[in-house]
């Protein structure tokens, strides 16, 4: 069995004391690729950094995340593009619209976001976005560009069963789900029962989002698999099914070319 990790940030400082230690943990429990997304230029040296340590089970995306656009955007949209130039990313992410905390700069979160999807076009990448309180604003603003040419994931994708019919007339997406799907409440597992096993792809979102049964405490990727195995009980599949149709949905969405032995 292998597992896909598509969105870990196990290069942020919450895993300094023990990284080593978790990912020996990851590996232990089956997954053979992390995809590292990108917050803004403080986060990118962190990243390219663990990515360096092992390039077959690391990838990283490039992109400005939404609640880090403030009046500086422009100057780390061209820098975060020039980066893009010289280091092979796998996606353009994490970047959307979070109009949750703030809405100062809605704007300008929508200038730097539709900038970055253009990337995406222009590289031929896949799209990792992350959406709060702004689902009506982000399709709205996928609307401009050609349906042909958007692909990606949804990051954390918490929407309803017909929220994700429309995404699927504006590109070829997919649907992130982490731990989210494991709270009581959340009304995910739901959604999921109804979205065809082939348009989801495994996410942890560590250090955030913990799954059950550890939630409360930090999260890390080795916990992707009791995401996996909820839906597998969700969709009443083996975990080696789940396992399997996502981690293909994986490799064909980022164009995944190596694999950890």
């Known amino acids: 069995m292998i597992l896909i990790d598509t969105h870990s940030h196990i290069y942020e400082d919450d895993f300094n004391e023990d990284r080593n230690e978790a990912i020996s943990r990851l590996l232990s429990n089956n997954v053979k690729k992390v995809l590292l997304p990108n917050i803004d230029l403080d986060s990118l040296p962190k990243m390219l950094a663990l990515e360096q340590t092992d390039t077959t089970l690391f990838s990283s995306m490039i992109g400005l995340h939404p609640t880090s656009v403030n009046e500086s955007y422009k100057t780390q949209l061209s820098a975060l593009y020039d980066s893009s130039i010289h280091h092979n990313y796998c996606a353009i992410g994490e970047i959307g619209l979070d109009f949750y905390w ?113 939630r409360g405490k930090r999260n890390e990727t080795s916990y992707i698999k009791y995401i996996a195995e909820k839906i597998a009980t969700i969709k009443e599949l083996s975990v080696e099914a789940v396992a399997h149709q996502t981690t293909k949905n994986a490799i064909e969405l980022f164009h995944i070319s190596s694999i950890k032995e």
């Open 102 to 214: 703030d809405r100062t700069f809605e704007k300008e979160q929508i200038i730097a976001f539709e900038e970055q999807v253009d990337w995406s076009i222009q590289k031929n990448l896949p799209l990792a976005l992350h959406v709060r309180k702004a689902l009506p604003e982000t399709i709205a603003s996928l609307k401009k560009f050609d349906k042909n040419k958007l692909h990606g994931v949804f990051h954390s994708f918490s929407g309803s069963y017909e929220m994700s019919q429309e995404i699927a007339r504006i590109g070829d997406f997919y649907y992130g789900i982490n731990g989210v799907v494991t709270f009581k409440n959340a009304g995910v597992a739901d959604v999921v029962k109804n979205i065809p096993l082939d348009r989801i792809v495994l996410e942890t979102d560590c250090p955030y989002l913990t799954p059950v049964p550890f």
